[in-house]
């Protein structure tokens, strides 16, 4: 008899953008005229950069000819592409990260999901709350949670971000083994400061625990002391992995391609107490389930290292962080508490006592606006909703004006 994973049971019925998209789709059925502006779920609307768009180009002309054809790629990446990373985006920032220690992907999230398959089954694992979901959700899948009961899911050690906390979690004060931080967070848009993120650091070394550092937004820091990368502290490559993407950085979500940095100083235990070097595992696993990223695709990612690369991109992301600072001022004015949209593309905004999924429904229905309900996100975003700047700018001014109308 083929039986199910009983684990996907506990989990809530649908992935939390597939239930947005569900109801968006329904409303609009409905309302067949109305106008809707999607703010919701993180999706890029603005063109590729050019250096991107031209490199992508050069790469599939290459597949057109017998002689520069390529078949199969090594699974963790171009060297062409695995070396600019290194060398950009960590070597020129004082972190100490080589071109083998990157596996290059199709996409963060399936990277910060597919990770946990590493650890045993029955480590503590510390989740924050908001958190991003595809955490949470792989974590039940691999039956490290009891069931949910009361808003939350047995067996986890929760980190609370709040108003009260300034949306940092404080440190467990119970012994973790496996620590999941984002920064710039999803989905507050809260920034973590090098001093704290030591803290961290700290906690993971003295506990023989491993911290899960996803990186995705950290294109959109501006503030130059914040930390871009947690190999920016001293000693976070003996107990961190971190996770970037092209996503949002220079609009991957549909080309697709992301990495993952596994230093090989880091090491995690096995039941005698050995030390395992997580880089051998994560390439085992990698090269065994995974085929690499399409030539083109890594030609296209990798010219957003060039000179005019970078200098696109940068622009790219600063018309999103305009977008941001735009409906953070206006949700400011209108009287709500929020956070984010300062080194962020999400703007996290406390309803002022409006549950957040009524708050999605009367912003749907009087605005034509699509946010995210922060209960999406965890028990603590139930009075909060979390809206995305990845628009064009006429939609963000537009969603503005009717949110204002809608709120009078
Ligand atoms: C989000 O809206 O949180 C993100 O776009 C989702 C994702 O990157 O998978």
């Known amino acids: 008899m083929i039986r199910v994973n009983e684990n996907y049971k506990k989990l809530k019925s649908s992935y939390l953008f597939a239930d947005i998209a569900k109801r968006v789709e329904q409303y609009q059925q409905e309302n067949p005229d109305k106008n809707i502006i999607r703010l919701g779920i993180g999706d890029v609307t603005k063109a590729l950069p050019d250096a991107c768009i031209k490199a992508f180009h050069a790469g599939v002309d290459e597949m057109a000819n017998d002689k520069s054809f390529r078949g ?29 220690e990157i596996f290059v992907s199709d996409g963060a999230k399936c990277d910060t999901g597919n990770f946990q398959e590493l650890f045993a089954s029955d480590i503590k694992v510390a989740i924050p709350d908001p958190v991003y979901p595809v ?66 650091v700290t906690y993971a070394r003295e506990n ?31 107990v961190a992995v971190e996770f970037r993407s092209f996503s949002k950085t220079a609009g991957f979500t549909g080309t697709r391609c992301a990495y993952t940095v596994v230093p090989r100083a880091c090491m995690i235990f096995d039941e005698t107490g050995e030390k395992t070097g997580l880089h051998a595992l994560w390439n085992r696993r990698h090269s065994t389930k995974f085929n690499g990223v399409s030539y083109p695709v890594q030609r296209a990612a990798e010219a957003v290292y060039s000179e005019e690369g970078a200098v696109q991109t940068k622009a790219l992301v600063s018309y999103y962080l305009k977008n941001a600072d735009l409906i953070r001022h206006t949700m400011d004015d209108l009287g709500f508490d929020c956070v984010g949209g300062e080194n962020s593309p999400y703007i996290w905004v406390d309803g002022n006592g409006r549950d957040s ?35 064009s700018r006429e939609n963000i001014e537009a969603a503005m004006i009717r949110i204002k109308e809608a709120l009078k």
């Open 208 to 238: 023989q625990a491993l911290i899960l550092f996803d990186a995705a937004y950290e294109a959109f820091i501006r503030d130059d002391s914040l930390p871009r990368s947690i190999y920016e502290i001293k000693g976070a490559d003996e």
């Open 357 to 391: 999924w009524a708050f999605f429904d009367m912003l749907l229905s009087k605005a034509g606006v699509v946010c995210t309900p922060g209960a999406g996100f965890g028990l603590c975003g139930g009075d909060y909703i979390r809206i995305s700047a990845f628009n």
């Open 135 to 200: 955490y949470l959700d792989t974590n039940i899948m691999a039956g490290r949670t009891g069931d949910f009961a009361d808003g939350r899911y047995q067996g986890l050690v929760y980190l609370d971000s709040t108003k009260e906390n300034n949306f940092l979690p404080d440190l467990p004060d119970a012994s973790c083994d496996l620590i999941y931080l984002c920064f710039p967070n999803n989905p507050t848009g809260a920034t973590i400061t090098k001093a704290v993120l030591e803290k961290w």
């Open 72 to 100: 199969y790629g090594p699974e963790q990446g171009y060297a062409f592409l695995r070396e600019k990373i290194a060398r950009y985006d960590f070597q020129a920032r004082g972190a100490d990260i080589s071109a083998d």
